[in-house]
């Protein structure tokens, strides 16, 4: 055996022991969220007394079972893919599970089985898409893509809680623009890798700024019109929000101008205050956000509601199945917050959003570690989506932004909401994979 | 009865919501402990990584630093230049001297032969390890290679590998 691969070889032996403790360390946290969750079927069984099924005991046992059968699996393949985030995924879908279970079986049942099939789309999407680089050679047909299924929706879509963003499908409605975001990440990393240095240090001087030409500055202009024609023409407001902040936080990591990101901000703000004057139901929304109280019986109705659940939750909650969260509207989906806010509490809230900051912590480490610029361009901006996501709707339904109707990921019901965050989940692992097998 | 245990359930819920999220946040420390233990010996502060360098066999281009040590001597930390021949072992004629029974009166050598640097275990009576696997015959030491003798770990410094590429 000659000396240099015998040092291969030993650093192959210390590589894959690290290896196993991770997954070792995934099943041990996967446990305790097994437990977790058991308590959490168990009371909302035993509570609710016999009005409930035992179905919800079911579903939690078969969804922890699933979540070690995908751990399991990436064991014994070898994947490397880093080892919090499906403990993190896990811990947020049980808890989502259960309070869908507990405000409606009805839709507890369906969202066990759009867990299943999110979780069968994250192995397919750590199997297939593992050699995730080529992803990066087909942006324009992400850019064409994406564009076709956001514009469908105005002309074919079905508005369903204000927002016109739906497709119906026949079997289940889909909402196209839960995919497209995780196109325009893509879009965005390979366009960004590749104009990256005319972009830092522009091409002309304009009164001592360097600025980037035309070429350059399309796509930032492109990016804008979007938004606001989401904005405007699909009332997705909060579809927008999440686009914009996106592209800007992956334009600031690329090229590290804060120039842009004032400049795009600006960009938005102006876009946002004109609607305001042209367009009535953006006034409304608004004012609502401003002022809730003068129509606490219609249109502030729901924004009251969710400030009302959250207040009496206190700091421990009314423990689960105690609170009375039938009367906030859209609890199942968008303000599904307030409802655990109101029965665990301060405690369950801020839990929830920690883990939320966990995910982006670990999403921003494996950008870091990643040597590739493509990589890390994508890592970032699936974690800024995500985290942005989660931002923006939690500081609607507490009135710290205006209310939009965007889900809160992998805790809210939504079939298209879950399994694309399940594809985003995948190519973050696909990335820290790739990081982890060439060190 | 039943309806104290279902208070007590609800309370384990949001309880077990908490200590999986300390747990979380536990191994994530952990782990980040790991990776920064092995960045500072990559950029030891206060060494700057343009530093003169002399010809082969001497202190500043190739370095033994500590990394963990259950011993009194030597503690964690310390670092060990290099002659063409470096003696490990409990003796007080070693090079790199260990404090108590573990290691033999001579344990193992390190040296220079053929532009490269070489561990040989000295027929020692616990043994030597490079990253975690005994030496039985001698061996090329590579940079960042771990060396375990008894409780004290020694990682391989060798800058010469990254500057080479310069040139």
């Known amino acids: 055996m000659t000396d240099g691969s015998y040092g291969n070889y030993i650093s192959a032996v210390a590589k894959s022991a690290a290896r196993r403790k991770g997954r070792r360390v995934e099943w041990k946290l996967l446990s305790l969220i097994g437990v977790y969750a058991m308590i959490g079927a168990a009371a909302l069984y035993l509570g609710s007394a016999g009005a409930a099924d035992r179905k919800v005991v079911f579903a939690c046992v078969s969804v922890v079972a699933a979540y070690f059968l995908v751990s399991f699996y990436w064991h014994y393949s070898g994947y490397r893919g880093d080892c919090f985030l499906l403990p993190l995924v896990a811990l947020l879908s049980t808890t989502g599970l259960i309070f869908l279970f507990r405000l409606d079986p009805a839709y507890g049942v369906r969202q066990f089985f759009w867990l299943l099939i999110g979780l069968g789309v994250l192995l397919l999407t750590t199997r297939l898409l593992i050699d995730f680089r080529f992803l990066s050679d087909y942006k324009y047909i992400y850019a064409l893509a994406g564009l076709i299924a956001l514009i469908l929706p105005v002309f074919f879509g079905q508005e369903q809680g204000g927002a016109k963003s739906w497709l119906d499908l026949g079997i289940f409605n889909f909402q196209p623009s839960e995919f497209v975001k995780i196109l325009v990440v893509l879009f965005l990393a390979s366009y960004l890798s590749e104009n990256r240095a005319v972009l830092t240090v522009g091409t002309r001087n304009l009164g001592g700024l360097a600025l980037p030409g035309p070429q350059e500055w399309g796509p930032l202009l492109a990016m804008w019109g979007i938004s606001l024609l989401l904005l405007v023409y699909q009332k997705d407001l909060g579809a927008a929000l999440i686009y914009f902040s996106t592209f800007l936080t992956m334009v600031y990591v690329a090229t590290s101008r804060i120039l842009y990101v004032l400049f795009g901000s600006t960009l938005f703000a102006a876009g946002a205050a004109a609607s305001f004057y042209m367009f009535d139901h953006v006034r409304a929304r608004f004012e609502i956000w401003m002022n809730p109280w003068p129509n606490i019986e219609t249109t502030g109705y729901q924004i009251i509601q969710s400030l009302f659940a959250i207040n009496s939750g206190g700091v421990l909650g009314s423990g689960l199945g105690l609170g009375f969260p039938g009367y906030i509207p859209a609890v199942h989906t968008d303000l599904i917050f307030s409802a655990i806010c109101e029965e665990l509490g301060l405690a369950g809230g801020a839990g929830i959003i920690i883990l939320f900051m966990l995910f982006v912590y670990r999403g921003i480490r494996i950008a870091l570690k990643t040597t590739d610029e493509f990589a890390a361009l994508a890592a970032s901006g699936l974690t800024a989506l995500l985290g942005l996501q989660a931002f923006i709707i939690i500081a609607g339904v507490t009135k710290l932004l205006p209310l939009t109707g965007i889900t809160l990921p992998y805790i809210s019901y939504g079939g298209s909401s879950l399994v694309a965050n399940f594809i985003l989940l995948g190519l973050l692992l696909n990335i820290s994979h790739e990081e982890e097998s060439d060190l | ?167």
């Open chain 2, 1 to 167: 009865m039943l309806t104290i245990l279902i208070t007590a359930l609800r309370y384990a819920f949001l309880l077990l919501l908490l200590i999986s999220i300390f747990r979380l946040i536990k191994w994530m420390i952990a782990d980040l402990k790991e990776v920064s233990s092995q960045q500072v010996i990559e950029n030891p502060p206060g060494r700057p990584r343009e530093e003169p360098r002399s010809s082969f066999g001497t202190t500043g281009e190739v370095e033994l630093v500590v990394v963990e040590s259950s011993v009194s001597q030597p503690k964690s930390g310390d670092t060990f230049g290099f002659q063409r021949e470096t003696l490990i072992g409990r003796d007080e004629r070693s090079d790199i001297i260990i404090a108590g029974t573990f290691a033999s009166a001579w344990h193992a050598r390190i040296y220079f032969k053929e532009g490269q640097y070489w561990l040989e275990d000295l027929k020692s009576t616990n043994g030597t390890f490079l990253n975690e696997i005994q030496v039985n015959q001698p061996i090329v030491l590579a940079n960042r290679d771990k060396i375990r003798i008894g409780g004290v770990i020694f990682q391989f410094v060798r800058w010469g590998y990254e500057m080479g590429a310069d040139h």
